[in-house]
């Protein structure tokens, strides 16, 4: 079943990505449905990563307001950037904290150690079980619970949503 | 007026394409020459995007995917060989 | 008019990643700056160039292309960041802390 969804999701992916590359006529559109689906079938049986991806309209709900939100953190992020690079004394407090996370799928961490590499003064180093270590640029939180909240909570309850 | 901005705009891009070549001669360690590198792809891949818009020659835009995608590749391969080796 | 005022910003964008990248002490810190700083600022500049002839052929690799870079951007800043952290190399004198080396 959880195959079966994996394939499902990425025959999808690969179509859009198929209808942008070229163009939308008849002949394009049918070598594109076949190479598709012969990449999803010969993809069955590997790990059904897409899998963990809800498709209920709640969750698609929740992903479009996780790109404001993620664009918004995006555009802080620059913002923040540029102010410590013209700043000429270069304001730094640097070091690797750790933070946990609640998801548990692997695409899930994914988006979420994605996203803290876009959010301002936070990149992510390794993620190992359900830790994520983070280099901070300017630590504001040492101990894990406080990182946790600063950082990881302000994407994980979207997240959770969209990743069951 | 559009064209001197988006001429500006050009050259801007084809500065901080210089300045991150400086870091990468620069060093100290590989790893900084690779950070340096990955972000002159990603520069140069715009300013790909950007001359072949510019230049009304789209066929160019494929050239900018194809590079995008081997440069992605690369590092991911160039940091697992730093880890342990090929 | 807009197309222009936007890829200017994109490449201003460019640019301070760029000099970030010149002036952080160590790897890591240089990663942050490089990594966000051009994942925007292409962004601003490819739209803004796409804007200088808008048509749905463009359009279409363009989102492609922007979709990929912000995908992919941060992953490849992971694995440097990680094999910087395993083959040890050092962090800037600044550095108040580090979880990873005690926990390992």
């Known amino acids: ?164 | ?86 | 008019m807009i197309g222009a005022i936007i890829a200017l910003i994109g490449s201003i964008f460019l640019l301070l990643g760029a000099l970030g990248l010149l002036r952080m002490p160590d790897v890591y810190n240089r990663m942050q700056a490089g990594t966000k700083s051009t994942t925007l600022g292409s962004m601003l500049f490819l739209i803004g160039a796409a804007l200088y002839i808008s048509k749905g052929q463009i359009w279409s690799r363009v989102i492609l292309l922007i979709l990929f870079i912000v995908f992919t951007n941060p992953i490849s800043s992971h694995a440097l960041a990680r094999a910087a952290h395993k083959i040890k190399i050092p962090m800037a004198e600044e550095t108040v802390k580090d979880d990873l080396t005690e926990d390992e």
Not at chain 1, 42 to 59: D, G, M, W
Not at chain 2, 15 to 35: Q, T, Y
Not at chain 2, 60 to 69: E, F, I, N, P, R
Request: proline share 3%; aromatic share 10%; no cysteine.
């Open chain 2, 1 to 86: 007026m559009a064209n001197t901005i988006y001429n500006l705009a050009g050259i801007i891009a084809l500065l901080a394409l210089l300045l991150a070549f400086v870091r990468m001669l620069k060093g100290p360690s590989a790893v900084d020459r690779i950070v340096a590198l990955d972000s002159m792809t990603i520069i140069a891949v715009s300013v790909i995007v950007f001359l072949s818009l510019r230049l009304g020659r789209i066929i160019y835009l494929d050239v900018a995917l194809v590079y995008a995608l081997i440069s992605f590749i690369g590092v991911i391969v160039i940091a697992r060989y730093f880890e342990r080796g090929l």
């Open chain 1, 1 to 164: 079943m959880k195959n079966f969804k994996h394939s499902i999701i990425l025959f999808i992916i690969l179509m859009v990505i198929w209808i942008l590359l070229t163009s939308w006529e008849t002949q394009e559109l049918i070598a594109g449905l076949i190479t598709s689906f012969l990449i999803a079938i010969l993809t069955y049986r590997l790990e059904p990563v897409l899998a963990a991806i809800n498709l209920t309209p709640k969750a698609l709900l929740y992903s479009i307001a996780y790109i404001f939100v993620f664009a918004k953190e995006l555009i802080l992020s620059n913002l923040d950037v540029a102010r410590r690079v013209l700043t000429p004394s270069l304001p730094l407090k640097p070091g690797i904290v750790k933070v946990n996370t609640k998801l548990k799928s692997k695409i899930g961490k994914l988006v979420l150690a994605n996203s803290i590499t876009l959010t301002p003064g936070t990149l992510t180093a390794e993620v190992k079980n359900g830790n994520l270590y983070i280099h901070w640029i300017d630590i504001k939180e040492e101990d894990v619970a406080g990182a946790t909240q600063e950082i990881v909570a302000k994407f994980e309850k979207y997240l959770e949503v969209i990743f069951g």
